[in-house]
């Protein structure tokens, strides 16, 4: 069988910067987009869409 090592994970050791970057990117997209699907609302409301 082949010999796996494996070392230990110390917690809190990985950098985790990229993911983030991403997860502040996302968060702010849905930001956006919410606050444009409620913008799209008001406007069909105020038209009588």
Not at 2 to 21: F, L, N, P, T, Y
Request: charged letters at 15%.
């Amino acid at each position: 069988m082949a010999d796996h090592h494996h070392s230990e994970h110390v917690h809190g050791s990985m950098d985790i910067r990229a993911q983030e970057k991403t997860f502040h990117g996302f968060i702010r997209l849905s930001i956006w987009v919410a606050c444009l699907a409620f913008a799209v609302l008001i406007f069909m409301g105020l038209t009588n869409s």
